[in-house]
């Protein structure tokens, strides 16, 4: 687990904050490659990550047919990959955007290994509309919008993360996120019991923080500092609503894939929990899925 020391509220700008956190996730790759436990995709043919595993069954109600065949999917925040090739094999198109080179280089190089055809697309997720159109084109839209665990905290204006939502959809199609609810970030994740220790409302102003260490994997990084943003779950329903989805489902979960706190347990498929009846106090993640008006 993190020893990580935060400092919250600090003056930076947007700019700044994005290349600390861009340096820090590309050191982050290989780490994650190494961790992420990759090799089980060309092992076993029906393998899918266990984020893409929990996310289906409330993802696919919303679709029709209740499938992903053949549906065009963008999978904003898609890191190493292992989650949008996890996607493919339920049956989506699949086109991941990301704003790490090297991270999309490790996806390319899976999608390639395991046979999958796949689209990839360097950019910030705040420009990402603009960026499909240079890729592939204005016409280019997606049935479906999917995002994932540990994202939108590392965005500051989440009004402009919609309106690329709203834009990439086609008319009737789908935006699932699933996140760390904003709620667990409140909590200090060192102490023995459930201690509020940071704003749950944001305001614009980042958390700094300085870790070496990341969430899998022993390895540690060099560019250590990275800055973060609370957003309050009202804030995310707020913003999808006035970029004009239509708020479809809402969940809250009492599990996380990874360890947030030592004190969490681990279950047998995977999954990280609050022990004892603390499960039932803290929620630690959201999901939403709405819809773009046909």
């Not at 687990?1 to 509220?9: K, L």
């Not at 947030?260 to 499960?279: L, N, V």
Request: charge should be negative.
């Amino acid at each position: 687990m993190s020893e990580a020391s935060g400092v919250d509220g600090v003056d930076v700008g947007w700019e700044e904050a994005r290349a600390a956190n861009l340096a820090n996730w590309e050191e982050r790759v290989p780490l994650h490659v190494e961790g992420y436990g990759i090799e089980a995709f060309a092992e076993d043919p029906a393998h899918v990550s266990t984020v893409v595993r929990d996310d289906l069954p409330y993802l696919l109600p919303h679709l029709p047919d209740a499938s992903l065949a053949g549906l065009e999917l963008c999978h904003l925040q898609c890191h190493i990959g292992t989650d949008t090739v996890s996607l493919a094999r339920a049956g989506a198109r699949v086109t991941g955007v990301d704003f790490s080179p090297a991270a999309l280089r490790a996806a390319a190089s899976l999608a390639e290994t395991l046979g999958i055809d796949a689209r990839w697309i360097e950019t910030d997720v705040l420009d990402s509309r603009a960026a499909v159109d240079a890729e592939l084109g204005p016409e280019s839209c997606f049935d479906v919008v999917y995002t994932s665990i540990g994202t939108i905290t590392w965005l500051r204006d989440l009004g402009t993360w919609a309106r690329q939502i709203a834009a990439l959809l086609k008319p009737g199609g789908v935006f699932y996120i699933r996140d760390s609810h904003p709620m667990l970030f409140t909590l200090d994740e060192r102490r023995d019991d459930l201690t509020v220790a940071f704003r749950y409302f944001g305001d614009g102003r980042p958390m700094q923080w300085d870790d070496a260490s990341t969430y899998v994997g022993e390895g540690t990084v060099q560019a250590t500092r990275t800055y973060d943003y609370p957003h309050s779950l009202s804030e995310v329903v707020t913003v999808l609503l006035e970029a004009g989805l239509t708020l479809e489902a809402m969940h809250e979960g009492r599990t996380l894939p990874w360890q947030f706190a030592p004190r969490m347990i681990q279950r047998a498929d995977g999954e990280y929990e609050w022990p004892g009846d603390e499960a039932d106090r803290v929620p630690c993640t959201f999901t939403l899925v709405a819809r773009k008006p046909a």
